[in-house]
Structures are given as C-alpha cells and as structure tokens.
T-cell receptor
Framework: DSGVTQTPKHLITATGQRVTLRCSPR?????VYWYQQSLDQGLQFLIQ???????AKGNILERFSAQQFPDLHSELNLSSLELGDSALYFC???????????????FGPGTRLTVL | AQRVTQPEKLLSVFKGAPVELKCNYS??????LFWYVQYSRQRLQLLLR??SRESIKGFTADLNKGETSFHLKKPFAQEEDSAMYYC???????????????FGKGTKLSVIP
C-alpha cells in the first residue's frame, strides 16, 4: 500500500498516560498534517510538518507535540491524557507545503484513541 | 477566522431522489472549497473541488460567493452514495504563510433503497 499509513489502529489507555501515534506519508509527499476528529468538534487541524520542520499550528494543545523524522514519517505525542482526548486522529500527507496554494491532502485510516 | 457550517447532521433520501448537501462558509479572502467523502470503513478522500468545476460520481457543487455557499448536489441518489460528507475550506494561515483545511462537522447521507 503506497498510501498514507497509520499505526496503531486502536489504542486504549488511562488518564494521565502518554501515547505516541505514528504516520507514514505517501511516497514522495513531504508534508504531513495531523487532525483530531471528535464527536462534538468535528475534524480539527492540529499541526503540519514539511520536510522535517514544523510549518503550521492549528488547535493543538500544549500537552500534544509532534515531529517529522528524516525518513518523513511523523509521530504525534499525546501526554497527560484526559477523557476528552478520546477521538479519532487522522494523518494526511501532500506533495508540497501549501504555500501560496492548496495542494490535495491524502488521508490515512486514522488511529482511534480511547482514554478511560 | 474561517468557518464551515454543514447544518444537517443526517440526511435521508430515497434511491432515485435528488440530493443536496448544504455547506456555508465564512472567510475574508478568496476561498477554495472542497467536498470530502468517507465511505463506511474507508478513509477520507477528496470528492471534488470547486476550482476544477468537474462532476464526480454524478455529484456537482457550485461556489456561490454571494450566498457564501458550496452545496453538493446529485440529481438521482444511489445506494452506494451513502457515506459521510465533509465540506472543507482552504484558507490562508497568515502566521504560517500556508493554506490549511477547515472542515465542517459533516453530514451523513443515507440513501434508502
């Protein structure tokens, strides 16, 4: 599968814990985007990385952080988890960084996080 | 700030009936609008964008700047159209100098056989 991949598919953890979600972009894509989808807030942009560097931030909490590695895969770290962090976390990738124009984003299947 | 509103959480129509999924937006600049679709157990995928003015799977959407709307339409619904539909706006994040997607909360379309 040459599309965007995300691991794990499901994650169940307890409040106060820390988890790491992983995303591998499509081959050739340099940008990675993270989104959070919850029932009440819908799909919200968290953060974007382009070629290893942070490009833009959306509604990302300070307890959350991300990075993009030299092989272009990205990890989203969620710490001090709260019940309200339970959501579906999507990763998307695109060829360019989106400066000056919108480039199509390709989405992964998502990671479902449940905080108990 | 940019905002996308999809007023209907759920829309049920009979097979063969016309479909219209509503989307309204708020954005100070020149918008670029998209419709994304998520079929059951599949990932989110781009359905169409206003700039390409194309029809995909029989769906069309026209950008109405006066009414700030980008409604998705199909003249005759099919069962395989049942899915979650998201309207999205690409707007400039001035701080980052790049364009980002803002999504509506989605409308679940259910086509009744």
């Amino acid at each position: 599968d040459s599309g965007v991949t995300q691991t794990p598919k499901h994650l169940i953890t307890a409040t106060g814990q820390r988890v790491t979600l992983r995303c591998s972009p499509r081959s050739g894509d340099l940008s990675v985007y993270w989104y959070q989808q919850s029932l009440d807030q819908g799909l919200q942009f968290l953060i974007q990385y382009y070629n290893g560097e942070e490009r833009a931030k959306g509604n990302i909490l300070e307890r959350f952080s991300a990075q993009q590695f030299p092989d272009l895969h990205s990890e989203l770290n969620l710490s001090s988890l709260e019940l309200g962090d339970s959501a579906l976390y999507f990763c998307a990738s695109s060829v360019a960084d989106g400066r000056g124009f919108h480039n199509e984003q390709f989405f992964g299947p998502g990671t479902r996080l449940t905080v108990l | 700030a940019q905002r996308v509103t999809q007023p209907e959480k759920l829309l049920s129509v009979f097979k063969g009936a016309p479909v219209e999924l509503k989307c309204n937006y708020s954005y100070s600049g020149s918008p670029e609008l998209f419709w994304y679709v998520q079929y059951s157990r599949q990932r989110l995928q781009l359905l169409l964008r206003h700039i390409s003015r194309e029809s995909i799977k029989g769906f069309t959407a026209d950008l109405n700047k006066g009414e700030t709307s980008f409604h998705l339409k199909k003249p005759f619904a099919q069962e395989e159209d049942s899915a979650m539909y998201y309207c999205a706006l690409s707007g400039l994040n001035s701080g980052a100098g790049s364009y980002q997607l803002t999504f509506g909360k989605g409308t679940k379309l259910s086509v009744i056989p």
